[in-house]
Nanobody, 123 residues
């Protein structure tokens, strides 16, 4: 599976962005998908994950209520809608795919990674 994330950019605090992650391969629907982020000088951290069916989702406490993860298996795409953005959301955002069942919260649980897209929130 090859992943390509896009949709990042510069936005003012309180604004919104929608990230997309396009996947190649016909087995996209078999994968748990996740979003992670990494700010300068910090470790990569979990943001959100979604099961293959899209029924079950999970979020980091820091983004709960502001971010929404979703997927369209027909389009081989996973999305991250980010609302009420804060300065501390500034980071490179990565999408990732996990083959084994169960939502993953650690980066080492994921098998494939996209290249990352920069999100910068100005205060």
């Amino acid at each position: 599976v090859q992943l390509q994330a896009f949709g990042g950019g510069l936005v003012q605090a309180g604004g919104s962005l929608r990230l997309s992650c396009a996947a190649s391969g016909r087995t996209f629907s078999s994968y748990v998908m996740g979003w992670f982020r990494q700010a300068p000088g910090k470790e990569r951290e979990f943001v959100a994950a979604i099961t293959w069916s899209g029924v079950i989702t999970s979020y980091a406490d820091s983004v709960k209520g502001r971010f929404t993860i979703s997927r369209d298996n027909a389009k081989n795409t996973v999305y991250l809608q980010m609302n009420s953005l804060k300065f501390e959301d500034t980071a490179v955002y990565y999408c990732a795919a996990k083959y084994l069942a169960g939502l993953g919260y650690r980066s080492n649980e994921y098998d494939y990674w996209g290249q990352g897209t920069q999100v910068t929130v100005s205060s």
